[in-house]
Nanobody, 127 residues
Framework: QVQLVESGGGLVEAGGSLRLSCAAS????????MGWFRQAPGNERKIVAA????????YYADSVKGRFTISRDNAKNTVYLQMNSLKPEDAAVYYC????????????????????WGQGTQVTVSS
């Protein structure tokens, strides 16, 4: 089993930046695709970004393209989400997830593909 722990959330003004981290322990995630999801109150959990095991391919939801950057440091078993130009609509609980089933040469954008989840970190954006 792998444990995922997110950190870096908090309160930021609109236009500001935050960097989320997702530290994995228990096993290496370097061979697997990873994703960041978010869930606002009353809404379903949706994908924000995903990255292949090597980091050569990345996916971004349209709503965050050009503002968010996903990256990973396999030596540290950690995945990051750099969030710039934050908007009030970015406020949500952000979750890190790992797809431990398939080879990480591709990523999935489906929530159901990810089978290991962190506990989430709250991001609040004030207008």
């Amino acid at each position: 089993q792998v444990q995922l722990v997110e950190s870096g959330g908090g309160l930021v003004e609109a236009g500001g930046s935050l960097r989320l981290s997702c530290a994995a322990s228990g096993r290496t995630v370097s061979n697997y695709a990873m994703g960041w999801f978010r869930q606002a109150p009353g809404n379903e959990r949706k994908i924000v970004a995903a990255i292949t095991s090597s980091g050569d391919m990345k996916y971004y939801a349209d709503s965050v393209k050009g503002r968010f950057t996903i990256s990973r440091d396999n030596a540290k078993n950690t995945v990051y989400l750099q969030m710039n130009s934050l908007k009030p609509e970015d406020a949500a609980v952000y979750y890190c997830a790992a797809d431990l089933t398939y080879s990480g040469i591709y990523y999935s954008t489906l929530r159901s593909a990810y089978n290991s989840w962190g506990q989430g970190t709250q991001v609040t954006v004030s207008s």
